[in-house]
Nanobody, 121 residues
């Protein structure tokens, strides 16, 4: 059974930090690109950060560059999102996404259930 389980969300004050984790199971994690998306109330889901299967290529949304860091541990089947200097506009539900990186799994896309991040004083 394929699962992506996010954790680490919560309420934090502006300027604070959180570390999100996404634990994968049921598929060969290392052959998937993984990304973090977020969706704020009334807004479309947007890409926050992505890391390719080999871990050597990373991209970030302009709004989080210099504040967020994505990383992955293929031995633990886990992807992380370290979020520093959080702002109220970072408030959203954060979702983990995995997309196949090989010819044989390129059509496979998985989503986690999301974890709420609220930045407020």
């Amino acid at each position: 059974q394929v699962q992506l389980v996010e954790s680490g969300g919560g309420l934090v004050q502006p300027g604070g930090s959180l570390r999100l984790s996404c634990a994968a199971s049921g598929f060969t994690f290392m052959t998937y690109h993984v990304s973090w998306y977020r969706q704020a109330p009334g807004k479309e889901r947007e890409l926050v950060a992505g890391i390719r299967s080999g871990g050597t290529t990373i991209n970030y949304a302009d709004s989080v560059k210099g504040r967020f860091t994505i990383s992955r541990d293929n031995a633990k089947n886990t992807v992380y999102l370290q979020m520093n200097s959080l702002k109220p506009e970072d408030t959203a539900v954060y979702y983990c996404n995995a997309k196949g990186a090989l010819f044989t799994n390129r059509d496979q896309v998985y989503w986690g259930q999301g974890t709420q991040v609220t930045v407020s004083s």
